[in-house]
């Protein structure tokens, strides 16, 4: 099936009660038994619920994957990950990744013992070169938040076969509709479904996507043995947005593309970083391993006093954290989602101040660049 239809169908089907279109909402902790170990295949709210699996299946195909285990958030998805790996393992991580990742891995998970490497992952000899005896994942998130750097997941999945490590890629910033990371050799997806998948900014969640029986049942006994799943309800608001998930990813990378390239041409403007432009240095990777840029636009600003005034001034353009949603959103990484990263590491990929990062939403793109300009001006 194309994509739009998975989106619409797969994992759902009409109830077999009542003939509901729409996959019910399934309010309940506990199940019946039938008999002394006998049941429906559902018996603790924890462990199995009906709309949390039938979203599971609808985000794996999506994917291209056969397995999805969902949590209460992107971070918990992450963390989970990092319980295929134990005291004294060694994980390589692209350095310019999402400032919550970094202070999660960083900052809490090195006191159990794990080790990591920040690399820069747009040059697969990096990854080569920081492999050790003790190396067992190798962690990407591509295109980089908020930099919009790229890393090429064939390449990198070629290294990771060869000295049997898992690669993990962090595909939020592309959704499935753009980019599918187990097609390209990937042993693990995962997503903060908050962003894109979702799109509407109203709930928190994540999910790990793997064709691999062995990890998803080592993963799915993680999320039963933790307890961070989704609520039910998070679980239906989901599937109602990945049916429109295709038309809303088509109109994210349209706008996208027209705010960056009006951005080219502003005089206070010293650099526009997107895949979609010609002039980005990892264009052409884009095009070989994304089928649309997306929709966000990182500006540096020539001066810091601007930043702040356009910042303050911006009319539709709302300034908050999160993205991906149907409504635009404007960021200051350094101050906003990558405050836990310390100043000399996010310096060193290119973050500084006058850095902005616009989630560009599905409003008239035409609104979207009259308040960039009124802003700026």
């Not at 890393?151 to 898992?166: M, Q, W």
Request: include cysteine.
């Amino acid at each position: 099936m194309g994509f739009a239809t998975d989106a619409i169908h797969a994992g759902q089907k009409p109830d077999e009660v009542t003939g509901a279109v729409i996959t019910p909402l399934y309010l309940t902790s506990t199940y019946a038994q039938e008999e002394l170990g006998k049941n429906k295949g559902f018996e603790y709210g924890r462990t199995h619920n009906f709309t949390r699996a039938a979203l599971e299946q609808n985000l794996a195909a999506l994917e291209k994957g056969t397995f999805g285990i969902a949590y209460a958030s992107g971070l918990a998805a992450i963390h989970a990950l990092m319980s295929l790996v134990k005291a004294g393992d060694h994980v390589i991580v692209t350095d310019n990744v999402y400032g919550g990742t970094y202070r999660l891995f960083e900052l809490i998970m090195s006191n159990y013992g794990l080790s990591y490497s920040w690399v820069d992952t747009t040059k697969p000899e990096n990854i080569l070169a920081e492999i050790r005896p003790n190396t067992r994942m190798v962690h990407i998130e591509t295109p980089t938040n908020p930099m919009l750097s790229l890393t090429d997941i064939k390449a990198v999945s070629a290294i990771c076969k060869e000295h049997g490590l898992l690669l993990v890629v962090d595909n939020t910033f592309m959704s499935p509709y753009f980019q599918n990371p187990l097609t390209l050799g990937a042993d693990i997806v995962t997503h903060s479904v908050t962003k894109y998948i979702n799109g509407h900014s109203d709930l928190i969640g994540g999910i790990n996507i793997t064709n691999n029986a062995t990890i998803h049942e080592r993963l799915r006994y993680i999320q039963n043995a933790a307890g961070g799943v989704p609520s039910p309800f998070d679980c239906w608001l989901t599937l109602r947005s990945t049916k429109t998930l295709a038309v809303r990813m088509k109109q994210h990378n349209e706008n996208a593309q027209k705010v960056a390239q009006f951005l080219l041409t502003h005089p206070k403007i010293a650099d526009v970083i997107y895949p979609g432009l010609p002039d980005h240095p990892q264009h052409k990777l884009a095009k070989e391993q994304m089928s649309g840029f997306g929709g966000m636009v990182s500006v540096n600003f020539k001066e810091f006093t601007d930043v702040q005034q356009f910042l303050k001034k911006l009319k539709i353009f709302t300034l908050a954290e999160s993205l991906g949603g149907v409504e635009s959103l404007v960021c200051h990484p350094v101050s906003m989602t990558h405050g836990s990263v310390p100043k000399e590491k996010r310096e060193k990929f290119g973050l500084t101040e006058k850095l902005v990062r616009l989630s560009v939403g599905i409003e008239d793109a035409e609104d979207l660049i009259n308040d960039i300009r009124q802003a700026i001006a």
